[in-house]
């Protein structure tokens, strides 16, 4: 499966949400390479890390605002980010125990991130528009990392 690239359908037009989600189809797509080209384990496990650390740093971005503007969506939202944080662990942990998951990663990451993109990140960022006293999320909000 191809992996899912940026366009302008999935933008939210919320620059700090809108430049996460581009550089989380950026680590994307260098792991689908690393992985095409066979990349030294230790090289993909890194990829992999960072790419579980961005995303933890994303969905933290994303609730915290949630949690300050008082979206009624947060707990759907939030269990969405959850399960694919669980369905990214296994993959990775079974890709780095030495298991050839590369099509079942990228299909993973590439439709969730899209679908996610299009029932949730959307529809939140519709409803933050709407709010008048907020044209764009708060830039001093500070992300708190999820344990």
């Known amino acids: 499966m191809p992996t899912a690239i940026w366009t302008d359908e999935i933008e939210t037009g919320f620059e700090k949400i809108d430049a996460q989600h581009r550089t989380l189809f950026s680590l994307m797509a260098q792991i689908d390479t690393e992985m095409v080209d066979n990349a030294p384990p230790n090289d993909l496990a890194g990829r992999l890390r960072q790419l579980l650390e961005f995303t933890d740093l994303h969905f933290a971005t994303e609730e ?39 099509g079942e990663l990228m299909a993973i990451l590439s439709a969730w991130l899209v679908e996610h993109i299009h029932t949730q990140d959307l529809p939140m960022a519709r409803w933050m528009r709407s709010l008048s006293r907020h044209d764009e999320p708060p830039s001093t909000l500070e992300p708190e990392i999820r344990k």
């Open 64 to 102: 915290r605002l949630m949690r300050k503007l008082g979206y009624d969506g947060l707990d759907v939202h939030v269990k969405s980010h959850e399960d694919l944080c669980e369905r990214i662990t296994v993959a990775t942990t079974r890709e780095l125990d030495g298991h050839d998951l590369h």
